[in-house]
């Protein structure tokens, strides 16, 4: 009696603390421009029932995947054959150095990101570069690798967030120059940084296992990360997952510095059982968000630096040993959701949107390098979801590597 009574106090103060902030956010979750990115007029909407709280596209797109038009035929570059059937594509290319990775950063960083990051750091994204330059090839291959978070003296002038600046920056490039940026959700997902199908179960197809080969699916995996190529298909089967306590996955943060994107379906997955919850739009590198990142990473000047960072109580900001670099936010308590949003507000940042699934399968894509976690539930209580291959992501490869070979011999590693 006690575990539903403290269960039942959980869901109004969760409810409360977002109707609260739904209605100091002007009653949407559209996402908020603080730095100047594209701001597309809002499609999404909240349903404000919390009987079925759910985060809906936009109806066209609602009833189910198969009902997506299809994009116009895009004309991919004809891949060559690959010179290295071997070759990593996660890792930094073997001849970075700092000329090469001064060109790329130059290249594809906008005007409004040397602004962002100055507001948001205090310093000069060109000041960076420049004592970069005195740095070994051995370094600027690290930095420009996918590692979670290099221990180094820059990062107290900003070096991470400046990682997570040109990393987003990279997969845009990638997306408009493969041609992404004409697929009818484009917009919606470079606003929100998350899709969600419900009732795809509507059609003929054994859930997850076929999920790749419902039409339109492969459209949208190619559209969000600009790749052509996502690794063998597969998804695991269902999973039910058993809540227990001090589950690290309860506390939001990010998996990483650049875009990365996850596919997931969930059974229903009412408030009570822990649904997906996201920060919408959080996974933009605004003003705020390049601010809380240097908040988070600027103590990080070497490697003394991880082991002497500990989470405190209800503060599972980082854990060097088992997610190293994948910060939690700070002072985030899961059973109390409405403490953080004024600190999100500050950072200008929406309110947390728990992804609360009806009655049959919903599919979501997502990029978790925006502010997300597994909603808390009770010990005990459970929900049933299945992912994507290899941790529930596409491939995490370097946004180096597939830029440099993005107009030369990349055949279909990227």
């Known amino acids: 009696m006690k575990a539903i009574f403290n269960l039942k106090t959980?869901?109004?103060l969760q409810w409360a603390a977002i109707a609260i902030a739904l209605t100091l956010f002007g009653g949407s979750l559209s996402s908020v421009n603080t730095s100047g990115h594209s701001n597309p007029s809002s499609t999404g909407t909240i349903k404000t029932d919390f009987k079925s709280y759910v985060y809906a596209p936009n109806p066209e797109f609602e009833s189910d995947i198969t009902t997506l038009p299809s994009p116009p035929e895009i004309k991919w570059k004809e891949a060559e054959p690959d010179s290295n059937e071997k070759e990593d594509v996660t890792k930094a290319p073997e001849n970075m150095n700092?000329?090469?990775?001064?060109?790329?950063?130059?290249?594809?960083?906008?005007?409004e990101d040397y602004l962002n990051f100055f507001a948001a750091t205090g310093h000069n994204i060109d000041d960076i570069l420049e004592e970069l330059s005195k740095e070994e090839d051995s370094v600027i291959r690290e930095i420009a690798s996918n590692k979670k978070l290099v221990a180094h003296r820059?990062?107290?002038?900003?070096?991470?967030?400046?990682?997570?600046?040109?990393?987003?920056?990279?997969?845009?490039?990638?997306?408009?120059?493969?041609?992404?940026?004409?697929?009818?959700?484009?917009?919606?997902?470079?606003?929100?940084?998350?899709?969600?199908?419900?009732?795809?179960?509507?059609?003929?197809?054994?859930?997850?296992?076929?999920?790749?080969?419902?039409?339109?699916?492969?459209?949208?995996l190619d559209t969000v990360?600009?790749?052509?190529?996502?690794?063998?298909?597969?998804?695991?089967?269902?999973?039910?997952?058993?809540?227990?306590?001090?589950?690290?996955?309860?506390?939001?943060?990010?998996?990483?510095?650049?875009?990365?994107?996850k596919i997931f379906v969930f059974k229903e997955t009412p408030i009570q059982n822990g649904p997906f919850h996201y920060v919408i739009g959080s996974h933009r590198n605004t003003e705020g968000k390049i601010r809380w990142?240097?908040?988070?990473?600027?103590?990080?000047?070497?490697?003394?630096?991880?082991?002497?960072?500990?989470?405190?109580?209800?503060m599972k900001m980082f854990q060097f040993k088992t997610h190293g670099g994948s910060f939690r936010y700070p002072n985030y308590d899961p059973t109390n959701i409405g403490k953080v949003q004024e600190s999100l507000a500050s950072y200008g940042m929406n309110p947390i949107t728990p992804?609360?699934?009806?009655?049959?399968?919903?599919?979501?894509?997502?990029?978790?390098?925006?502010f997300h976690s597994r909603g808390y539930a009770e010990p005990g209580m459970k929900r049933t979801a299945a992912r994507y291959k290899g941790g529930g992501q596409l491939p995490r490869k370097n946004?180096?590597?597939?830029?440099?070979?993005?107009?030369?011999?990349?055949?279909?590693?990227?």
Not at 98 to 111: A, T
Not at 358 to 369: A, M, R
């Open 225 to 261: 990360s600009g790749y052509t190529h996502h690794g063998e298909p597969a998804f695991h089967p269902f999973k039910t997952h058993v809540h227990f306590p001090d589950d690290v996955q309860f506390y939001l943060h990010v998996d990483t510095f650049h875009p990365i994107h």
């Open 98 to 111: 700092f000329k090469r990775y001064k060109k790329v950063v130059k290249k594809v960083l906008e005007n």
């Open 355 to 370: 992804m609360v699934t009806g009655k049959g399968i919903t599919l979501v894509v997502v990029d978790t390098s925006g």
């Open 10 to 12: 959980i869901q109004v």
């Open 293 to 314: 990142l240097y908040d988070m990473s600027h103590n990080f000047t070497n490697s003394d630096a991880f082991e002497n960072d500990r989470p405190g109580e209800n």
């Open 399 to 414: 946004t180096f590597r597939c830029y440099e070979r993005m107009n030369g011999p990349w055949g279909n590693k990227c």
């Open 154 to 220: 820059l990062n107290a002038k900003g070096l991470h967030a400046l990682r997570a600046v040109v990393g987003e920056r990279i997969f845009q490039t990638l997306r408009k120059e493969r041609g992404s940026v004409e697929h009818p959700l484009y917009e919606k997902f470079m606003r929100d940084g998350i899709l969600v199908f419900p009732n795809i179960d509507r059609v003929n197809y054994s859930i997850p296992k076929q999920i790749y080969e419902i039409p339109g699916f492969r459209e949208i």
